[in-house]
């Protein structure tokens, strides 16, 4: 992947652009992103500098979903685009909202005990239970 990398909410009123590679994909099964997105995982990219990501339109509308971290969203058609420490040491991106998603594929499975029984990708990546640290 090379050069700006860009996506946006289903509605279009929330875009963004990346300008540095994505890091490595994977499917997040904990329960907080089955609930903010509506679906057995999320699928998330990291950025390799969260400050190489800027929003181009609009302003997200921000969900503190943890002590730790926050969920930024479209405030008109509710899309869920980002994933943020609230430090800023980290930042990833809801694949599916970027404009070309196959550019990336997950590789990963995290905090699969959170893992629905009756979701399985069937592939042979890797699995990660929740770390505790």
Known sequence: MSGAIEGGCHCGALRYRVDEPLQHASYC????C?????????????????EA????????RIFASSEKAQREFCGTCGCH???RRRDGSRLSINVVTLDD???IEPTLHIWTESSLSWFDTRDDHPRRLQSKA
């Open 53 to 60: 990501f800027h929003y181009t339109a609009g302003e997200p």
């Open 29 to 32: 099964h904990c329960r907080i």
């Open 34 to 50: 089955q609930r903010t997105m509506g679906s057995p995982a999320g699928i998330f990219a990291g950025v390799s500098k969260p």
């Open 81 to 83: 685009l980002v994933f």
């Open 101 to 103: 998603p196959s550019i």
